[in-house]
């Protein structure tokens, strides 16, 4: 499969020795890429490595400060993404760029809006247009749909379709599958192969190393802003991979041992939330988590784990059912009391939005559920002493780099940025640990670095629900699976002695 | 030597200090076009403008006076904004404020420090009702604050003109309130004053008599501590953590805990309380009374300016207060001397503003003068 669709004689992107300084700091060091005419090319490092750095330079957002870049053969100078567009490249930021109110045609032309006479606003022409090319390329978008109503998968390829649209050639995606489901994933693969067969480029960066054996034809692997190598794909295996990433071995198993899952912590018992259209999106839902065992929550995006987070943080109202910790009902409490009454804690998805306050340094971030307990304040006063020196032991005993509690979290890396809040989340013992997709986006380093820490929250004889889209990730690090599909719990299975097809199967709402 | 000063250099461009500094600037460049495009010398208008703050002490002392309320209403305007609310509301808060105070200050009769406490503290209680509404209605209801404040702005002009016509609060006809009790005055040594060894003294030393000529006041003082109070609360407190928090990212302070619209609530209430009390301190200590409006005076809308250019700090707030109360009153001094426009001073306040808004523009503006001169 792989190669087949390269033309060798045409070369789409050359980067040629590209360096890139942020005042003293050099994000690319003489970095070299190629891209062929329908070539899919994966750019592989860790977080902070520099890869994204290199695409903005190739999407206009940075302005290399060294080196050339040639487009089709062509030397170019990219001032901004304006003229990378023109050049024909497209990029899928790994945060999407999409106004949530408004319908998927009028996102896609936004900024190009096709008009009739008088700038009158041709939507349905432009839908029309939609359509084809959506079709063309098998990517299963209705035109109508507003983008607070559809998937994340969905909204991901509404910005594929908004690159094809202003006729982009290459197309560059950063971490595609960091929010995709096994199905979605295996989607966005079809899409990928359709778009090479058109002859299209791909640069797709991804951590993940299976993904890359599957879909990609080169790698090029970037760390600590060094040009590594380039691979063809087919004749290296997933831990040469891994290791030319982080310079080191690396482990993918997770080092669990066995143990004995102890007393029930959580209950859930016929839970019903709404979403926010007001439809149940958790109906009925019964749940057990015990003291000592990891329980992973399996399912396609979708299927009511936000809301069921929401619902037991207090974030969202509990509209039936009867949540109870210890045997004690603990329905309805304010996201307060759950923190700090009944001490239960998230790594939440979403680490920018819901995580961290980005404008607030390491330390501050560090005491925002705790900033109201002695020793970080006394009577309304803030100690900032305190607060500092917790933030000087955590970033110490977290491993969060740079070790500086005065850093702005916005300038750390997303792997550094998890770490400040699992040591938040972690440091306080919780009773029950909830991570919702607490590796989305983070590089193997760091993903091993999480499953640790929840792994070590478990021998601590805590509950642990683990929520997670990647099956892979609820295969290797829970005691057991619960399969979650249209807000119920299907299945609940034993993590030994399962098979991925089983559970998928059952995500697919299929039974046991 | 040369790479500290460049890392000096770098340091002022990037950070917000240097970019308002250039701002002002550009402002007063601006200013100096129209003024030649109108057909007077840039230059003789600006030193008149400079002669008109600094060239005697009772200048200074006016542009004190001016730059007072506009200080604290900057401050109030800043508070909220730190929690993610846009104050409009200020001139409202004001108002109340100085009804509050108007009518403490003529209807009882209390002991001097006792009176002006209890006039200041009801001019906040009900500057801090007067947004803290704002805020209850944002949180409950949620309405956007800016509609609510610009409501509540013309109901507090309209009470305002209202209660000056009843009899028991001013005389009828005259479109004032009666002027409020002595003991209610800030102002300093104003008895002292219009003694004989006052007017003798004031006669006799040049500069200081000077400065007791102009209705010279404990405000300014009150400006300065409430700043240092905003500094205190926003960053030393666990108040005003949260509500940082909120005006950053209330998604994740409502994860950690944080209740969002209390928050609200609580940053509206003290936003309208230091409002309120601008509003106080210029009937106690400047017009003694209230007066039927025509239109808004403008004092809280300033203050919007002045939290902008003060990039919305305490210390920030003093100093664009400052600034302006120095553009408001030496820029008044053009029209006797030149016969040139005052607006002139509006448009640059203006272009200040616009330009601090403009952060990346003025950046790009540096890099691309670096750049010719590099060539």
Not at chain 1, 57 to 85: F, H, M, N, Q, W
Not at chain 2, 143 to 158: F, G, K, P, R
Request: proline content about 2%.
């Amino acid at each position: 499969m792989h190669l087949t669709t390269i033309d060798f004689s045409q070369k789409s992107v050359e980067m040629i020795d590209v360096v890139k300084k942020f005042g003293d700091f050099v994000a690319n060091d003489r970095i070299r890429l190629s891209v062929h005419k329908g070539e899919v090319h994966s750019l592989l490092g860790e977080n902070g490595a520099g890869k994204t750095t290199l695409v903005n330079c190739l999407y206009g957002l940075y302005r290399p400060t060294e080196g050339r870049i040639l487009i089709k053969g062509r030397e170019v100078t990219i001032s901004d993404p304006t003229v990378a567009i023109q050049l024909g490249i497209g990029m899928v930021h790994q945060h999407f760029m999409l106004v949530e109110p408004f319908t998927v045609t009028q996102n896609i032309i936004l900024g190009r809006e096709t008009t009739k006479m008088m700038g009158i606003l041709d939507l349905s022409t432009a839908e029309r247009k939609v359509a084809e090319i959506s079709e063309h390329y098998g990517l299963a978008i209705n035109p109508r749909d507003k983008i607070e109503d559809i998937s994340v998968g969905s909204q991901q390829r509404v910005e594929i379709l908004k690159a094809l649209y202003r006729g982009a050639e290459i197309l560059i995606l950063d971490e595609p599958t960091a929010v995709l489901t096994p199905p979605e994933i295996q989607e966005l693969v079809g899409i990928i192969r359709n778009l090479t067969q058109e002859g299209k480029s791909i640069i797709i960066i991804t951590h993940k190393l299976h993904e890359i054996k599957q879909v990609a034809d080169y790698c090029t692997i970037i760390r600590r802003g060094k040009y590594i190598d380039t691979v063809e794909v087919d004749k290296v295996t997933e831990m040469d991979l891994a290791s030319m990433m982080v310079g080191r071995e690396v482990s993918f198993a997770v080092e669990k041992t066995e143990q004995e899952k102890g007393e029930l912590a959580l209950a859930i018992q016929d839970l019903v939330v709404k979403d926010n259209r007001g439809i149940p999106a958790v109906n009925g839902l019964d749940l057990e988590l015990h003291k000592g065992e990891i329980l992973g929550i399996a399912g396609v995006d979708g299927n009511g784990q936000s809301e069921l987070v929401e619902a037991l943080t207090g974030l969202r109202k509990v509209d039936s059912g009867v949540i109870s910790l210890h045997g004690k009902e603990i329905t309805g409490s304010t996201p307060k009391d759950v923190i700090n009454k009944w001490n239960i804690r998230t790594i939440p998805d979403d680490r920018q939005k819901r995580g961290l306050v980005l404008e607030f340094d390491v330390a501050e971030n560090l005491i925002l559920e705790t900033y109201h307990d002695v020793p970080f304040s006394n009577r309304g006063v803030l100690n900032m002493e305190e607060i500092y020196a917790y933030g000087d032991s955590c970033t110490e005993k977290f491993d969060i780099r740079p070790s500086n509690p005065y850093l702005v979290a916005k300038s750390l890396s997303g792997g550094n940025q998890q770490k400040v809040i699992i040591a938040r989340e972690v440091n306080n013992d919780p009773e029950v640990l909830i991570a919702s997709q607490p590796t989305r986006g983070l590089d193997v380093g760091a993903i091993e670095y999480v499953h640790t820490a929840l792994v070590n929250q478990r021998d601590r004889g805590k509950a642990v629900l683990l929520i997670s889209f990647e099956l892979d990730e609820v295969m290797n690090v829970s005691d057991r699976i619960a399969v979650i599909f249209e807000g119920k719990i299907v299945g609940v299975v034993d993590a030994k002695d399962v098979d991925e097809h089983e559970i998928g199967l059952m995500m697919a709402g299929g039974t046991r | 030597m040369n790479l500290d000063r460049e890392a000096l250099k770098s340091k002022f461009l990037n950070g917000s200090l240097g970019l308002t500094l250039i701002s002002i600037a550009l402002g007063f460049l601006l200013g100096a076009l129209i003024l030649l495009m109108a057909g007077f010398n840039p230059l003789e208008a600006y030193w008149v403008i400079l002669k008109g703050i600094f060239s005697r002490s009772k200048y200074v002392s006016y542009v004190i006076i001016y730059a007072t309320p506009l200080i604290i209403t900057g401050l109030s305007v800043a508070f909220a904004l730190r929690t993610g609310l846009f104050n409009i509301g200020a001139e409202g808060q004001y108002i109340v404020g100085a009804i509050m105070a108007a009518a403490a200050g003529y209807f009882f009769k209390l002991p001097l420090i006792l009176h002006v406490t209890l006039a200041v503290g009801l001019a906040v209680i009900a500057g801090a009702i007067w947004g803290g509404l704002a805020g209850y209605i944002k949180a409950r209801f949620g309405v956007h604050e800016v509609i609510s404040t610009i409501m509540l702005n013309w109901i507090a002009l309209y009470l305002s003109n209202f209660v000056v016509t009843l009899s028991a609060f001013g005389s009828q006809g005259t479109g004032k309130s009666y002027a409020i009790q002595s003991t209610a005055r800030i102002n300093l040594l104003s008895d002292w004053k219009i003694s004989e060894a006052g007017i003798e003294f004031i006669r006799n030393h040049k500069i200081l008599g000077d400065i007791l000529k102009t209705p010279v006041n404990a405000g300014f003082i009150f400006a300065i501590l409430l700043a240092v109070l905003v500094w205190y609360i926003l960053n030393k407190t666990t108040l005003g953590y949260e509500l940082r928090a909120v005006g950053f990212n209330p998604h994740a302070a409502e994860a950690g805990g944080i209740n969002v619209k209390k928050s609200m609530v609580y940053s509206m209430v003290i936003s309208g309380g230091l409002a309120g009390i601008a509003g106080a301190l210029q009937v106690l200590g400047v017009s003694h009374r209230i007066a039927k409006l025509a239109a808004m005076e403008g004092y809280g809308f300033d203050g919007i300016a002045v939290s902008l250019i003060g990039n919305n700090t305490g210390a920030g707030s003093v100093l664009a207060g400052l600034l302006f109360g120095s553009l408001k009153y030496g820029g008044s001094k053009i029209q006797d001397a030149m016969q040139a426009p005052t607006e002139v001073i509006n448009i640059m306040i203006g272009t200040i503003i616009l330009f601090v808004a403009m952060p990346k523009l003025i950046r790009l503006i540096l890099t691309i003068l670096e750049k010719r001169a590099k060539n």
